[in-house]
């Protein structure tokens, strides 16, 4: 019971801190990457892409790392380690599977950037959409996956 206490005093401390998170565009020129249009695609186009991974970098760190830590190489952020967003996918041996569970974290990904976290009123991550293009989105994903990769070796 004191552990559910505490929780409970965490989230409600933490709910006004949380609540008045606003997205603000990081300031990257993004000319370099192939141009998306403004319909979302359902995967990420930029995997492989050195560029992208180097402007998802600089992406990141003015618009994540405040609350996911600075080059998302921080366990100490308050909120989640995104290296873990492919972990799964990462295991399999698989090629057609994998492609298969990327696209299901493509999705998820592009869905939490847009949409945010929004739980029980509480703003935990503030939608992007309208704010963050998607090529500086997906190149934000390729730079923490690189991360990921990198964490693992």
């Known amino acids: 019971m004191p552990l559910l206490v505490s929780l409970f005093l965490l989230v409600f401390l933490a709910a006004p801190a949380l609540a008045g998170e606003v997205a603000v565009a990081p300031e990257v020129d993004a000319s370099a990457l192939p141009t998306l249009g403004a319909q979302w695609l359902t995967a990420n186009p930029y995997r492989g892409n050195a560029v992208a991974v180097d402007l998802g970098r600089l992406a990141y760190n003015q618009a994540c790392a405040r609350c996911h830590g600075a080059d998302a190489a921080t366990r100490a952020a308050p909120a989640p380690d995104l290296r873990n967003l492919d972990r799964y996918c990462r295991r399999i041996a698989d090629a057609e599977l ?13 869905h939490s950037v847009r949409h945010g976290k929004i739980i029980v009123g509480v703003t935990h991550m503030p939608p992007w959409e309208g704010v963050l293009k998607q090529e500086l989105a997906w190149a934000i994903q390729v730079f923490i996956e690189a991360q990921a990769r990198g964490a693992r070796e």
Do not use: G, M, S, T
């Open 98 to 110: 994998q492609a298969a569970c990327l696209r299901d974290n493509d999705d998820y990904f592009a």
